[in-house]
C-alpha cells in the first residue's frame, strides 16, 4: 500500500497511468488522478482469462498469450506491458507483441537454473506472497523445498511464515 501512494506520488499533471493497483485503493487513485487531470487504465484479474498455468497461457482482449514467466502476476505485469505498448504504438501488430511476451525472461525470478531446482529473489512479504501462490498453483503436486535468506532490515518473521505456507522444508 504505502509502496503504491509513493508512486502515485510521481504522477504528474496531464500524465496517463496503466496500473493493476489494488480494487481497496481505486478511489484513492481516481480522486488524486482527476485532480491532476490525469488519464487513467486500471487493470484487474477481471480482464483476462487464465488458460494454463504451465505454460501460461490467457486470454486478454480476444487474443491469446503465452508467458515463459511463471505466476499469475506475470499475467498482470504482461498486460501492463502490452497496454503500454498500445499507448505508446496504436497500430502496433499483435504478433509482434505476443512473439515479445513469449521470450521474455526475468533472471532470478522463478528462474529455472536446473531441472526441478528454481530461483527467485522474492525480497518481501509481498513478493513471497505472489511467490507462493504461484508455488501453490503451479507445483501443486509437487513437494517444494526452500533455501531462504534475507538481509538484516527485512521483516523475516513475516517472511518465513509466507514461506512456511508453502514450503515442504
Known amino acids: 500500500e504505502s509502496i503504491a501512494y509513493n508512486k502515485l506520488g510521481t504522477l504528474k499533471r496531464g500524465n496517463h497511468l496503466i ?26 484479474e477481471k480482464a ?12 486478454y482482449r480476444q487474443q491469446d498469450y503465452e508467458l515463459l514467466l511463471l505466476g499469475r502476476h506475470q499475467v498482470l505485469n504482461s498486460i501492463l ?10 497500430d502496433l501488430n499483435h504478433q509482434i507483441i505476443k512473439n515479445g511476451l513469449k521470450k521474455a525472461l526475468w533472471p532470478g525470478r522463478l528462474e529455472m537454473i536446473k531441472e526441478c531446482v528454481y530461483l527467485d529473489g522474492a525480497h518481501n512479504e509481498h513478493a513471497l506472497t505472489a511467490l507462493k501462490d504461484t508455488v501453490k498453483d503451479t507445483f501443486k503436486d509437487k513437494k517444494v523445498h526452500v533455501l531462504f535468506s534475507a538481509l538484516g532490515d527485512k521483516d523475516i518473521k513475516s517472511m518465513l511464515g509466507v514461506v512456511k505456507a508453502f514450503a515442504t522444508s
Not at 480522486?31 to 487513467?40: G, K, S, V
Not at 483476462?48 to 486470454?59: D, F, N, R
Not at 506491458?81 to 496504436?90: D, F, R, V, W
Open 81 to 90: 506491458a502490452i497496454e503500454a505498448s498500445l499507448y505508446l504504438y496504436p
Open 19 to 44: 496500473t493493476t493497483v489494488d480494487h481497496a485503493l481505486y478511489s484513492y487513485f481516481i480522486n488524486h488522478m482527476n485532480d491532476l487531470d490525469t488519464t487513467y487504465q486500471l487493470i484487474d
Open 48 to 59: 483476462y482469462h487464465l488458460l494454463s498455468h504451465t505454460p501460461l497461457q490467457y486470454t
